[in-house]
């Protein structure tokens, strides 16, 4: 080898040490996120998706980036608190899925090393502000209602999970999973998929996107086999044994509307001093109609005998702080349509009000109001129509 050979050699390994130093620099350093403009603070940049952009609206096929969802489509209400990024510009990811299966809302390429394990996360929230177009509420296994965004996330060919969030409206939800790299060297495509196709209700928000390099594995290190975890299980729960509150000792019993037999619970005052140890319902997304919570006519002032009801739900909330709950408001379909949807707003507030005023934690207790979009019986005569004209109490988790 000639002295300019030599030069060539030694030329050639100092830039390959240069190189490796600076790809490790930017894909193996722990606590620094690869993916590039995964909080959106720069705007549409970085990552590419199936849908078309916008930065003025986000009808069905569009996405948008933005600090505002509910300007940008008529269905939409904006997370709580905004953005999830903290110290942020207060943007984020607003997809309008259009139903169709397979389109991918947000993919990237990012740089990873062989042999290594990292952590993916992402923030993701159901934006859609209606309630599904049903009135059973009784959703079993499996049921996708209007608004459940259903996220998957892959990483090359290998899905590394699916979430679904089945009981958070307007919060924002954590998916993560650790991922190994295996032989993967170099780019790889990331992306995320919303399985919701419902025609209506599957609109989605993402924010604080991150992959981050653990560690490098040791030679001959085999990856143990992948576990099935809750996420890849459709939240498949196991049996929830039933907490027994005694409701009896309040004067109420829980009883299903056999009027209906649409799986809408209804309280009952008992009118016998029976013994019997009621059960309160335990799992997620039980809804109880309140038929004496009562205001006057056309206004937001509750009526005496329902502070009544309202007192026996604060006994029962004193007693168990764990639990949280969303109280929903309806009306029925006389009247301008916009405000009945204020209207019941107003009474489901003045309702919650009520509960903080007797010592209950506002942050346990949810509103939402639908005005008279959701009746539960027919409008064309009043004996029917006055069942609309209701509240209803949905026991949620924390």
Known sequence: ??????KVSVITVINCLFFFNI???L?????????????????????????????TSAPPGYYSITDNAAILYKDFKNPE???????????????NSDGMRGEEAWCTKV?????????????????????????????????????DPKIRVTIGSEEILIERDFYHMFRWLNASATWYSGEHSGP?????????????????????????????????????????????QDYTKPPVPQRKV???????????NDSTDQGVYVIQYKKTTSTVIDTMPAVKND?????????????????????????????WLLRDDSIRIRFIGHTDNQGDSTLNVVLSQQRVEKVKAYLVEKGINGNRIETVGYGGDYPIADNTWEVTRKLNRRVEMEIISK
């Open 23 to 25: 790809y490790f620099f």
């Open 287 to 315: 809804r109880v109609i309140l038929k004496n919570i009562l205001f006057v006519q056309s206004k937001s002032d509750l009526l005496p005998n329902a502070k009544t009801e309202l007192d026996v739900i604060v006994a």
């Open 27 to 55: 894909v193996a350093q722990p606590s620094q996120n690869i993916i590039p403009n995964g909080s959106f603070e720069m705007g549409n940049e970085g990552f590419e998706s199936s849908f078309l952009f916008s930065k």
């Open 246 to 256: 005694a409701l009896s000792e309040y004067g109420i019993e829980l009883h299903k």
């Open 81 to 95: 608190g905004g953005d999830h990024t903290p110290n942020g510009y207060g943007m984020f990811m607003v997809i």
């Open 188 to 232: 790889v495509r990331i992306c995320i998929e919303n399985l919701n196709a419902n025609e209506r209700g599957n609109d989605l928000a993402l924010d604080d996107i991150s992959l981050i390099y653990i560690k490098t594995m040791p030679d001959g290190y085999k990856h143990p086999e992948k576990i099935a975890t809750i996420m890849h």
């Open 111 to 147: 740089n990873v090393l062989p042999n290594s394990e990292y952590d993916f996360s992402v923030f993701f929230c159901n934006i859609y502000r209606l309630l599904p177009p049903k009135t059973n509420f009784a959703f079993e296994n499996g049921d996708v209602k209007g608004n």
């Open 1 to 6: 080898m000639n002295v300019f050979e030599k």
